[in-house]
């Protein structure tokens, strides 16, 4: 678990996944977009990334699947009462 403080500023949040060898994430697709925009090279360790709960962002998904290659993005749903992801989805490839 990271403090809400250290999650509200990119670049903490970005030193703590570089820092603590973070693998696998679950963030929500707005913080996954200013990740994207602001430090995506903190992405690029990790072994999994979850993301949802949100509209995604395509011009987002394929800047970070440009950079961290296909089979880490995940992209997730599950309504707030089922408390768990209902679906998921593998992103490896984006029709353009």
């Given at each position: 678990?990271?403090?809400?403080?250290?999650?509200l500023n990119?670049?903490?949040?970005?030193?703590?996944?570089?820092?603590?060898?973070?693998?696998v994430m679950?963030?929500?697709?707005?913080?996954?977009?200013?990740?994207?925009?602001?430090?995506?090279?903190?992405?690029?360790?990790?072994?999994?990334?979850?993301?949802?709960?949100?509209?995604?962002?395509?011009?987002?998904?394929?800047?970070?699947?440009?950079?961290?290659?296909?089979?880490?993005?995940?992209?997730?749903?599950?309504?707030?009462?089922?408390?768990?992801?209902?679906?998921?989805?593998?992103i490896n490839?984006?029709?353009?």
């Open positions: 678990m990271i403090e809400k403080d250290t999650v990119i670049s903490e949040l970005a030193e703590v996944i570089n820092k603590q060898q973070v693998s679950f963030i929500t697709t707005a913080l996954f977009n200013t990740l994207a925009d602001i430090d995506i090279d903190c992405l690029a360790g990790l072994r999994k990334i979850l993301f949802g709960g949100e509209r995604v962002s395509m011009p987002h998904v394929k800047k970070v699947l440009d950079r961290i290659g296909p089979d880490k993005l995940i992209h997730v749903y599950g309504p707030t009462e089922s408390t768990v992801y209902a679906t998921y989805y593998f490839d984006i029709d353009e």
